[in-house]
């Protein structure tokens, strides 16, 4: 089992900036590729960014591309998105995602073992 806590959330204007972070229980984080994801009103959860588990592979949703950063940190047990340039359409609520064979990528909804409780980003104009 794996419990996963986010933080960082809350209120921003748009073009400015936020930081997430995501703490996991557990020894063997290390082992797991990891994500972000988001859903917004009336919409379905959609993939935002992942990193795998030795951080030198990392992908982005293209919305986000060039205004987002994914990191880690194994020996915090800790996953990180960096949101610069914020825009009205980031508003959602953001979840850290946990995919347990840390050897494959995570970039669906279906790849997740592990959720987060969701932090709530709102982006004021």
């Known amino acids: 089992q794996v419990q996963l806590v986010e933080s960082g959330g809350g209120l921003a204007q748009a073009g400015g900036s936020l930081r997430l972070s995501c703490a996991a229980s557990?020894?063997?984080?290390?082992?797991?590729?990891v994500g972000w994801f988001r859903q917004a009103p009336g919409k379905e959860r959609e993939f935002v960014a992942a990193?795998?588990?030795?951080?030198?592979?990392?992908d982005y949703e293209d919305s986000v591309k060039g205004r987002f950063t994914i990191s880690r940190d194994n020996a915090k047990n800790t996953v990180y998105l960096q949101m610069n340039r914020l825009k009205r359409e980031d508003t959602a609520i953001y979840y850290c995602?946990?995919?347990?064979?840390?050897?494959?990528?995570?970039?669906?909804?279906?790849?997740?073992?592990?959720w987060g409780q969701g932090t709530q980003v709102t982006v004021s104009s």
């Open positions: 995602a946990v995919r347990t064979a840390g050897w494959r990528a995570l970039t669906t909804r279906d790849d997740v073992d592990y």
């Open positions: 990193i795998s588990r030795s951080g030198d592979s990392i």
């Open positions: 557990g020894r063997t984080f290390s082992l797991y590729s």
